[in-house]
């Protein structure tokens, strides 16, 4: 009982954080585009601006909820609140020094809740019966779906190479050399499948606000807006700390892990502000002619090299 309890109690304090670390992680996002646009950003409210976040939360979660009148209704209203849960569950793999869950199947779990958040984000546009917001699921689906087969192919490579689906495993593999060096253009294939899933520029086609009215969430507003917002940046935390974790080593107990995770969000936002939106059809191009054949030969290349190490070994 005492472990569960401090399971639980872990978990909470570990989705505090990740939430404080979303609000935050706005407030970058809006200061690194002020900069690269040649302007301030937020610097208003309190000190810098910092508490500008929580401000802009007590707005969007003050003002009035509108339902539109032909949606079903609560599909619409749980829709936002399945996909912040589904993303802030995900965080149950995080590999803590007290470990929340013995997750030997971690990385099995983290594809099983990226996978369900394709229905909260199809469900919303669906039950909103708006058609932008239903055209913009559609694109979410397809998007997330074309993307996820090269993350998997690309994870699968990993398991392959270091034996199992534990997220320690990629810590004591990567003691002496980061996979990032044996690995550089699968990293670049699994950061642009990150961009795609997390519907981040310039794979951003669920939320095209220039031809879609603002995608999947248009019917939303005030708290159901905030939580589908949320969702997103905590699943951008999220991939950031996964890539660290996979291709950096990881270790937790040192400083470098976290500067190189903040670095690495910043880098969603600095192509954000860099690049423009690709066309649909050139995104799909990309993710089956491109991202699926390289993760694939990459694939059979660490089959091969699994097989041919362990009759070296026995």
């Known amino acids: 009982m005492f472990d ?3 399971s639980l109690f872990c978990y909470i304090v570990l989705v505090i954080f990740v939430l404080i670390g979303v609000a935050f992680l706005t407030l970058l996002e809006r200061k690194v585009l002020g900069y690269i646009q040649i302007r301030k950003g937020p610097n208003k409210v309190g000190m810098m601006g910092i508490p500008q976040p929580f401000a802009d939360a007590i707005k969007l979660f003050c003002s009035e ?13 749980f829709c936002p609140v399945v996909s912040l849960f589904l993303s802030l569950l995900v965080w149950l793999i995080y590999p803590l020094g007290y470990e929340l869950v013995s997750f030997d199947l971690a990385l099995l779990f983290f594809f099983c ?12 546009g669906w039950s909103s019966n708006s058609n932008y917001a239903l055209l913009g699921g559609l694109r979410a689906v397809a998007q997330t779906i074309s993307y996820e087969v090269s993350m998997a192919l690309i994870l699968l490579s990993f398991i392959i190479l270091v034996g199992g689906f534990g997220i320690n495993l990629f810590f004591i593999h990567q003691l002496y050399i980061w996979f990032f060096f044996i690995n550089v253009p699968l990293f670049f294939c699994w950061f642009s499948s990150c961009l ?21 969430n248009v019917e939303y507003s005030s708290g159901g807006f905030a ?23 990881g270790d937790l107990f040192s400083l470098l892990f976290y500067f190189m995770l903040v670095f690495m969000s910043f880098v969603f936002i600095w192509v954000r502000g860099t690049l423009p939106r690709f066309r649909y059809d050139k995104l799909m191009y990309l993710a089956w002619s491109t991202y699926l054949p390289v993760s694939l030969n990459y694939l059979f290349f660490f089959c091969c090299f699994s097989f041919w190490m362990n009759n070296m070994v026995y």
């Open 113 to 124: 809740c990226t996978s369900m958040g394709v229905y909260s984000m199809m469900l919303a």
């Open 196 to 216: 795609a899933e997390t519907n981040r520029t310039p794979f951003d086609f669920s939320e095209g606000e220039s031809e879609l009215v603002s995608g999947f």
């Open 65 to 77: 909820q509108t339902y539109p009148m032909m949606s079903n209704y609560l599909m619409y209203f």
């Open 227 to 249: 939580l589908i917002f949320m969702a997103e940046y905590s699943s951008i935390l999220f991939m950031s700390m996964l890539t660290i974790l996979i291709f950096f080593g």
């Open 4 to 6: 569960c309890v401090m």
